[in-house]
């Protein structure tokens, strides 16, 4: 028997799906509070200690929890081609407009503090600020299109092409989605600030954490009601194999209304996950009126987990459904790599990502406890 063999296409795809989402969800944890304290950095602090305190307060962190986002881009190109090559393209100007935020950030840590001078920090904190707001908005618009259907197709030949525009992203069940996700990680910063700061900026970081995790629960109970009543699901009409080849063009599907909850309706179990998502936030804004704070970040990150995970357990197969095309949609038995490769990569998985884990839980263990404004002032012990 060929060593590959040992664990069947099916479930390889199966485990490659499921680790996509842990990848997403780790993404979204580690370096979603990174993204919120970006976009609290003027409102939580008031004067220049204060937004150092609360720079500092990631400073050691946001470079490493970016491992993220690139084991999952890294994820999809080898696991799952076809939604690397159509997400990558047809997303082409939203991806641009992301790094462009995300360069932002490393530039303005590093610059901010080169010159004493007022005008020249506000520039800086505006661009933490952009660089925290934009992602977290256009990749909730992302998951909005992606839940509505995205317009591409295939030729016979298996050429991709893209139908759709950037501003025709911007639908409003789309920016809906993005509003959840910029609350769901302005909940997120607010728990980590008031689990790394105190005094001041702790207790406007409760304040607008609170605001954002009842606008979380609202908003998100709202785009799930605006799904059921506007937004088509997919489902596939046909037969697929499991295990046959990667050609989406050999299965046939169809839209059909509330086809997005019929895995809910079929295994009412699954109806945990979104519930953690609406169970953490609520949990996240009593442990911040509490002052609760290692279960207010434990819980803003439940909620953060069940909010993407949500998105899969209701789109499964479906990984990337088209609008023009249904039989086009990406799902998870017609688009990953060949059974060799995705053998080889969930060994070197199984190999790196608990070292990976290890190593970043090690650093927040030795960062643990409270940025020392007072060693700031004085210009000791911190980096920014």
């Known amino acids: ?42 409102i939580a602090g008031r004067d220049e200690l204060e937004r150092r305190v609360i720079i500092n307060s990631v400073g050691p962190v946001w470079e490493g929890n970016q491992v993220w986002l690139i084991l999952g881009g890294g994820a999809i190109f080898a696991a799952w081609p076809q939604l690397y090559a159509v997400s990558f393209s047809g997303f082409y100007l939203a991806m641009f407009a992301i790094l462009v935020a995300l360069i932002l950030r490393p530039v303005a840590f590093k610059f901010r503090g080169k010159r004493d001078d007022a005008t020249w920090r506000l520039r800086w904190d505006l661009a933490l600020s952009i660089g925290g707001f934009v992602p977290a908005l256009i990749f909730g618009v992302a998951i909005g299109n992606v839940l509505r259907g995205v317009p591409f197709r295939f030729s016979p030949d298996m050429h991709i092409f893209y139908d759709g525009s950037f501003f025709g992203l911007l639908n409003p069940f789309a920016v809906l989605c993005g509003l959840v996700s910029v609350a769901m990680l302005l909940m997120h910063g607010a728990a980590w600030l008031q689990l790394k700061t105190q005094g001041a900026v702790a207790d406007r970081a409760r304040r607008y954490g609170s605001w954002a995790a009842l606008a979380t629960i609202v908003l998100y109970a709202f785009a799930g009601w605006a799904m059921w009543r506007w937004v088509d699901g997919y489902r596939i009409t046909g037969a697929i194999p499991v295990d046959g080849p990667s050609n989406p063009l050999l299965k046939t599907a169809a839209l059909q209304s509330g086809a997005w909850f019929a895995n809910y309706a079929a295994h009412p179990w699954l109806w945990v996950v979104p519930g953690l998502g609406f169970a953490g936030a609520l949990l996240a804004f009593a442990g911040l009126q509490l002052r609760r704070e290692v279960l207010t970040i434990l819980a803003s990150a439940a909620s953060i987990a069940g909010i993407v995970l ?21 799902t998870v038995w017609d688009s990953s790599s060949s059974h060799l490769t995705l053998f080889i990569m969930l060994v070197v998985t199984v190999i790196f990502i608990p070292i990976i884990v290890a190593y970043t839980s090690w650093v927040y263990h030795v960062l643990w406890g409270k940025v020392d404004a007072e060693a700031i002032r004085e210009k000791r012990g911190h980096a920014y």
């Open 1 to 42: 028997m060929i060593l590959h063999e040992l664990i069947s296409y099916e479930i390889l795809r199966l485990i490659w799906w499921l680790l996509l989402g842990v990848l997403l969800v780790g993404f979204a944890v580690t370096d979603g509070f990174d993204l919120g304290v970006g976009m609290l950095l003027r």
């Open 310 to 330: 949500s998105v899969g357990v209701s789109m499964f197969p479906f990984i990337l459904p088209s609008s023009i095309d249904p039989r086009a949609s990406l």
